[in-house]
C-alpha cells in the first residue's frame, strides 16, 4: 500500500443522486448479500453478483427479477484477507467479485474464493472457465484472487489478477496468453490491489489501482500512458455512453465523475447515503446502477439538480 493515502472524497456536485425506492423487485427466496457488481448487456438486462445465497442473477430492465443463473456451478469457499503481511481467512461464503458484459452478450464473473473466471453465454450457459479450482498461483494458468475481466471488440481480453499477484494479463480471443505486467508495488507498472477495467472507445484502458488510490491508463500494447493520483481507494470503474468514466470509492461512500483526462468533475458523497459503493455502471439514458457491499444493495441512481 502506498504509505501516503490520498485524501477521502467529500460531497462536491451541484447535483445529487437520486435513488428509486421502489427498484428493484426481490423475490422473497433471495437475499442480497455484499452486492459486489453489475453489467448491462445490450438487452437491457442487468446482472448482479453478490456473496449470499444465489450469488449470480439477471433483472429484466423494468427492475423485476428474471433468473438466477449458474447455480449448478457455484460453490461456497473462504477467501483470504490479503492487504496485511500475512494471509487471513475469511467466512466460508460465496465470493464473486465482479462482473463484465462483452459486446457479444457473453457474462463474465471473478471468483476471488476459488480463483476462477467463468464466461456464460446469453442464455445462460457456462461456456469457459479458466484457473485452477481452489489453487492460487501466478502464471498463465492460475490467478490468485481475480477481480475483473474486460473483453475488446477484438475478443482479446484483459483480467485484473488483483489481489494476491497485483498484475494484469492480456489473452487473445481463444483465450491464449499474450502477455502479463505487474507486481505489487507502488511505481508505474506495479499495482496494488488492481481492481477493475474499462474500455473506451479508443481501445484505452482505465485501471483501478485501489490501494495506489489512482487510475492508470494503458493502451493496448500494455504501455502506461497517463496515470491520474489522488483518488482515495477508488474501487469499481465504468467508461459510460456519455464519454465520462464513473467510479465507486467505497471506503468513502462516494461516486465519481472524471473526464478522459482525469479531471474530477463531480463527487456524490452526501452523509448516510451509500454503504461501500463498491461497483457502477451507467446505462446509455444515464441511469447509475451501484452495487453496495456494507449495506448489501442493488441501486437505481438518476442525477437530479438540486
Not at 228 to 252: E, Q, T
Not at 265 to 284: C, K, N, R, S
Not at 291 to 303: G, P
Request: net charge negative; glycine share 10%; with cysteine.
Amino acid at each position: 500500500m502506498n504509505p501516503t493515502r490520498a485524501p477521502a472524497f467529500v460531497h462536491n456536485s451541484k447535483t445529487r443522486l437520486q435513488i428509486d425506492p421502489d427498484w428493484p423487485v426481490i423475490p422473497d427466496h433471495i437475499t442480497l448479500f455484499c452486492v459486489s457488481g453489475t453489467a448491462l448487456d445490450s438487452r437491457g438486462y442487468l446482472y448482479v453478483v453478490h456473496r449470499g445465497n444465489n450469488p449470480f442473477l439477471r433483472f429484466n430492465p423494468d427492475g423485476s427479477f428474471d433468473r438466477e443463473i449458474g447455480a449448478e456451478v457455484m460453490k461456497k469457499s473462504i477467501a483470504d484477507n490479503l492487504m496485511g503481511e500475512k494471509p487471513i481467512p475469511m467466512d466460508l461464503r460465496n465470493w464473486l467479485h465482479c462482473v463484465h458484459v462483452d459486446p457479444w452478450d457473453n457474462v463474465w464473473i471473478t471468483d476471488v474464493g476459488r480463483h476462477l473466471i467463468m464466461r456464460f453465454d446469453p442464455e445462460g450457459n457456462l461456456t469457459k472457465t479458466m484457473g485452477v479450482d481452489g489453487v492460487s498461483g501466478c502464471d498463465a494458468e492460475h490467478f490468485h484472487q481475480p477481480t475483473h475481466v474486460c473483453v475488446m471488440p477484438s475478443g482479446e481480453f484483459f483480467v485484473s489478477d488483483g489481489y494476491g499477484n497485483s498484475r494484469v494479463i492480456k489473452y487473445n480471443a481463444e483465450g491464449e496468453f499474450i502477455k502479463d505486467w505487474g507486481s505489487r508495488g507502488t511505481v508505474i507498472g506495479e499495482f496494488h490491489t488492481p481492481h477493475i477495467i474499462t474500455v473506451d472507445e479508443d481501445g484505452l484502458l482505465y485501471i483501478s489501482d485501489r490501494e495506489n488510490d489512482r487510475v492508470l491508463v494503458y493502451n493496448q500494447d500494455c504501455e502506461c500512458i497517463a496515470e491520474w493520483p489522488g483518488l482515495h481507494s477508488v474501487d469499481g470503474l465504468d467508461y459510460a455512453p456519455n464519454g465520462f468514466i464513473y467510479g465507486g470509492a467505497g471506503l468513502d461512500g462516494a461516486i465519481l465523475r472524471l473526464d478522459k483526462q482525469g479531471n474530477l468533475l463531480d463527487v456524490w458523497a452526501e452523509p448516510g447515503l451509500l454503504g461501500y459503493p463498491h461497483g457502477v455502471t451507467v446505462a446509455p439514458d444515464g441511469t447509475l446502477y451501484i452495487s453496495e457491499t456494507n449495506n448489501h444493495r442493488l441501486l437505481r441512481a438518476k442525477i437530479q439538480a438540486v
